[in-house]
């Protein structure tokens, strides 16, 4: 059942849930940052209307750079602008930005520890028309890899929002992710949103001492089809001879640093655990977890994700369900990994 | 050459604009180097830092003794510079094209902060093997949009890389027709001549309505004759013998005057 101290949204199991892009909450959450700090910047690579800079920059015209389509002059310009006391949000579709520019970043922005925020919007197979070439399934990697940088991937808008703003007051480089299409609204204003801290969004009813068959860790949207999955899983009668299936999912929205802590408690009281994201399986968050749990509680892993293969073009959520990603997908693969044992 | 390993043609080769710059035009503090009114330097082509550290310690931002350290495990004086080891360095650099696009964002805030009417300059020195690079010409493009009066840029041409001759590695041909036609103030000057490095500065602080820069014509490995004009200096250290000659030919420049110091 959906955990009361989350505070999430009362209708997230609706079929008319409300549904907002994941970017918006980004859009709002920079202007929110421009009003508390004045020294809150904002670049944008040509796509100032897609990665919603459009609000800041009508509102602050001043502190807003157009950089043209050159991702690898953003990411060091705003590396410049950080060493003179501003706190840069450079923005662009994850593929170019960290994807083309990643050494820039690394050099200018890590290696330099400027608090520069990269904001990648457009990851994930769900840009989906643009195709393969537009759809970013391996940021999280790359960024998770770079020393001194922080990794956050909210689950929706509001989650979003509160990212934006954390974000540009914790003074170290940061890796903000972000999607185009309308996404379920998970959370609400009282959820709440502390950097490395993840959240428990849904626990079964357990005893005292008895583990839970799995813990789900979730990020991004995808958080809504694992918290869907879980309950349609909890809910079922007769699933491995058993009574009812105990879950737990957990929204790991900053990915680095991890909530090691939260991990580790639920890995101990848990048969297993599975991973979902949008972003191939290699170097994801998924991985993440597995790097920390291999060392201090090696447990089974469901790793759900993009399996080392390219996006394509197609309807976002149709690229959703051909992929595995959907709720009944993960459904599926949960049910046939833990049906083997 | 106790480091073992460096660039010492380019670091020779720019001794002169880095002496003029730390020693007379710099507004700085070397005792405050995060001093918030300072003039700012970006090194672009971060492998000639042996230079850039002789400069900076003579000039009081650390012991003269060390430099003795340079590239060694430990050592402030990292093989390419590092903005978070040693004060006075204001960016990481050495993976060539990224130090004028900083730059541009250095030279971007002041201006946010201090409108035009600012008096503080931002200078970044460029490799001309280095503009090889895309990214300086996003740059290019950049600070020419934003006509940042604030930005200085010095071109070390001193036509080798670590292939050879710039001119038959990639060949840069008329340098100062292409960044004129991308919109910069453009000058060319000797490099090693103090009295023209000081007029070239002078009229590109008083360009108003464009960036500047200055295509500096060097000789890599100025001063040790052996070494001058030779790509193969570029990346390679002097050993003990060879070192021990080019000092001595460095402290007497060729033999003209008398030098006590021996080590």
Redesign the interface.
Known sequence: MIKPEAKLNSKIFENDVEKKPIRDGFGTGVVKAGEENKNV?VLTADLNESTRTEAFSKKFP??F?E??I?E??L????????????I?FATSYAMFNPGRNW??IR??VA???QPVKIVGSHAGLTTGPDGGTHQALEDMALMRVIPNMVVISPCDAIEAEKATVACAKNNQPTYLRLCREKTPVITTNETSFEIGKAQVLFQSKINFDEDLDFTIFATGFLVHNALVAAKELSEATGLLKKTKLKIAVINIHTIKPLDTDLILKYAKHSKMIFTVEEHQIAGGMGSAIAEFLAEKNPIKIGFIGVRDQFGQSGKPFELIEKYGLDAEGIKKQILAIISKK | MLAGSGHTAGSLGMADIFTYLYFHELKHDPKKPNWSERDLFVLSNGHICPGLYATMAHAGYFPVSELKTLRKFGSRLQGHPHRTELPGIETSSGPLGSGLSQAIGMALAIRLDETRTTNRFVYCTLGDGELNEGQNWEAFMLAAKYKLQNLIVIIDRNNIQIDGYTEDVMPLNDLAAKLESFNWHVQEIDGHNFEMIDDAIGQAKAVFNRPSVIIANTIPGKGVVEFERRPEWHGKTPNEEEAKMALKELRTIGGKIECEQTN
């Not at chain 1, 990411?75 to 501003?86: E, F, L, P, T």
Request: hydrophobic letters at 35%; glycine letters at 10%; aromatic letters at 6%.
């Open positions: 910047v001043e502190r750079f950089i043209g050159a690898q002059n990411a060091s310009v705003a590396s410049g602008m950080a060493h003179i006391g501003k840069p050494e820039q050099t200018t290696y330099n520890n």
